[in-house]
């Protein structure tokens, strides 16, 4: 009887709702991480704690706040000196990476994802006498190359070379043969398709946070505001987390 | 006039205190990040700070010590259910990876040292307009693939990997065309050529610590303090660090 270890990286937006939604909807044994890495749009947080909770999975919230001090140079990280972009078409944040990029973000929240997933892992096989040849260790990713394509770390080449590296630097690879596999379903879909599916699954998307800015109700301005209203009125949706 | 950007990874112990010594002698614009990750010798904590200092370079320390929640499965995060190994001779501790492996470490360490470099990068061309032609971004990484063979973080196809997955997922390289270079000069030697070397450099490796234990004094007998004394041994030098 194989043991499906899953961990789902669940930021509280509409898209890893969606995907944690998705996920839940598999036969894994699934916990939730949350990474508080000082993001100024605090509201994300809790809405990621409430949407794990009406999911029914287990949640691990990591307080990396110390990260905005090495990655100062980002308008999410450092809202003091950098101002958040509004108001721009979607083919302007195609162009660019823009100042909402977080140096390395991406890396830091797979890593961190995947040393939860591989302690799990180990101590199924070295302290519980698992065989490892029953055991599967997948990551749940919520990144989307269509939508995001000016983040690089949302691109599929980003993670076929990611998860190779997960593999040469872990024991669960080198030692029991037990690869990381890296599950990003959304990764080619438009918001459009995202909202579909969050339908479909029925996913708790009205818990959903995805503005850059943390006040009561989203901006509406904002880059990630913008793609979420374009993706709800592409599908012929409300969006059920508007007031 | 090229600026020359270096970060070490310096945890205190004799290697990255050969290494950082070694990186000062290079004509780089050098900083140390020190990470805190719970481990229970924390007396290698302090003797990075002294050395930093006694270097003359910047150090950046980042409390890090959520990760051993979420890297549990390791003697060095959780000494209350794991026990160092001891008294183990070279061929055993280069057959399979110990206990005291602490889940994707290096990878995680990588990760932020690269966040830092990188967002000191991208202030320099975003902020002050450096041209991106003007700058090289250096990690100075102590990793060693002889004495520590069971570590599969510490080979060099682990970093030849790494640095593709950080490119990839950076800025820096994919819109600026800089790419991370990964120095390793450390991870061929035994750990007699490092005395060596350390010894050739007077690099501080009277403040270094490499004891698993966090005593006043080293243990004698943890994996690390055997190869330390090895070392000294094969090279025909006092270890300055011993009382």
Redesign the interface.
């Known amino acids: 009887m194989p043991i499906r270890l899953g961990l789902v990286l669940l930021s509280g937006g509409l898209d890893s709702t969606t995907l944690a939604t998705f996920a839940v909807s598999r036969d894994y044994q699934l916990s939730a991480?949350t990474l508080d890495y000082g993001q100024t749009h605090r509201r994300e947080l809790t809405a990621a704690t409430e949407i794990a909770k009406t999911l029914g999975i287990e949640q691990?919230v990591?307080?990396?706040s110390?990260?905005k001090?090495?990655?100062?140079?980002?308008a999410l990280t450092n809202a003091d000196t950098y101002d958040l972009p509004t108001g721009r078409s979607q083919a302007d944040m195609a162009d660019?990476?823009p100042?909402t990029?977080v140096?390395?973000?991406?890396?830091?929240f797979l890593?961190?994802a995947?040393?939860?997933l591989?302690?799990?892992a180990?101590?199924e096989i070295?302290?519980n006498a698992i065989s490892p040849e029953d055991i599967e260790a997948t990551l749940f990713i919520a990144a989307n190359a269509v939508d995001y394509s000016g983040y690089?770390?949302c691109?599929p080449?980003?993670y076929e070379?990611?998860v190779?590296?997960?593999n040469?630097?872990?024991?669960l690879?080198?030692?029991y043969g037990i690869p990381f596999k890296i599950d990003t379903p959304l990764i080619e879909m438009s918001k459009a398709d995202i909202v579909r599916m969050a339908s479909e699954l029925t996913a708790p998307i009205h818990l959903s946070w995805s503005c850059y800015r943390g006040s009561e109700t989203p901006c509406g301005e904002c880059d990630s505001c913008l793609l979420r209203a374009k993706g709800f009125a592409q599908a012929g949706l409300p969006d059920p987390a508007l007031p």
Not at 69 to 74: E, F, G, I, M, V
Not at 168 to 171: D, F, L, Q, T, V
Request: net charge negative; proline share 4%.
């Open positions: 991480l691990i990591a307080d990396v110390f990260y001090y090495l990655a100062q140079h980002s660019d990476i100042i990029y140096p390395l973000r991406n890396t830091f890593t961190l995947a040393a939860r591989e302690s799990h180990l101590r070295e302290q690089p770390d691109r080449e980003f070379n990611a190779e590296t997960l040469r630097g872990s024991k690879w080198t030692q």
